[in-house]
């Protein structure tokens, strides 16, 4: 079969898992939310800040993807909150199936939010769907301030961009405002906060952000 077919039917496969899933989030009142980044981006390190905030016995969990390891399962897990690792072994990205299994052995009916790192990859995650609520793009500012031109696909269907790293600013040459310009470019729409997980700068504006989207999606389902 030519690849292009072949990668379509993966898709709608996906597609179809993904909505599948969607369906049990919204039955179950989760709001689910999908990280994307190049490696290194510092998506743990914005969940496990992020886990820090949560009072103990919040019904949240995480997700987090990884080529090979088990590195970031076992940073997250300290939070004391559900944690899973899906180790892909090999494969550059999350897909609805691999959420789908993982979610076998959790009862969803205790969740209310729900974390999933993706595989550090700024291209292939973002084709699959996992049946989130929202995308979340990470930038750090070591990462050029070209990244949403060159890379549009992810930030256009990113709802929020959070751009990691500001301490790190002062020692390189990274135009911070011409990151935002170039996100909002490709993605008008797109929410954009600054932060840092090293010295907590711009926290409570990430936190403010997160706290607003659950507060929305506990109306959705509030009203459903
Ligand atoms: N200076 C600075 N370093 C940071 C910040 N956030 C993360 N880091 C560091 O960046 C490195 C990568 O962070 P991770 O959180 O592991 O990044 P990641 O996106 O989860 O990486 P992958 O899972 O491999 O894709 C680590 O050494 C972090 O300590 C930050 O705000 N400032
Ligand atoms: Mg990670």
Request: aromatic fraction near 6%; proline fraction near 4%.
């Given at each position: ?13 996906n597609?179809r898992i993904a909505s599948g899933l969607r369906a049990r989030f919204a039955?179950?009142?989760i709001?689910c ?63 609805a199936r691999?959420i789908e299994?993982?979610l076998?052995?959790?009862?969803l ?5 729900l974390?999933i ?12 769907d996992l049946g989130e ?92």
């Amino acid at each position: 079969m030519e690849r292009v077919p072949l990668e379509r039917k993966v898709l709608s496969e996906n597609d179809r898992i993904a909505s599948g899933l969607r369906a049990r989030f919204a039955e179950h009142g989760i709001l689910c939310l999908n990280f994307i980044s190049s490696p290194g981006s510092g998506k743990t390190s914005l969940l496990e800040r992020t886990l820090a905030s949560f009072a103990a016995g919040e019904g949240v969990a995480v997700l987090t993807g990884d080529i090979q390891t088990e590195n970031d399962a076992k940073r997250l897990a300290k939070s004391g909150f559900p944690v899973k690792q899906i180790t892909t072994g090999g494969t550059c990205h999350l897909d609805a199936r691999m959420i789908e299994r993982a979610l076998e052995d959790w009862r969803l009916e205790d969740l209310e939010l729900l974390l999933i790192e993706n595989v550090g990859n700024l291209v292939c995650p973002s084709s699959y769907d996992l049946g989130e609520a929202a995308k979340i793009v990470v930038l750090s500012v070591t990462e050029g301030e070209d990244k949403p031109l060159k890379y549009p696909s992810i930030f256009f269907k990113s709802s929020l961009l959070v751009l990691n790293k500001i301490d790190l600013l002062p020692h390189v040459p990274f135009d911070i405002d011409a990151a935002e310009a170039n996100a909002r470019r490709t993605h008008p729409g797109i929410d954009i906060v600054r932060v840092s997980c090293q010295t907590l700068e711009g926290m409570p504006d990430w936190l403010a952000w997160l706290e607003r989207t659950r507060t929305a999606s506990r109306a959705v389902v509030a009203a459903s």
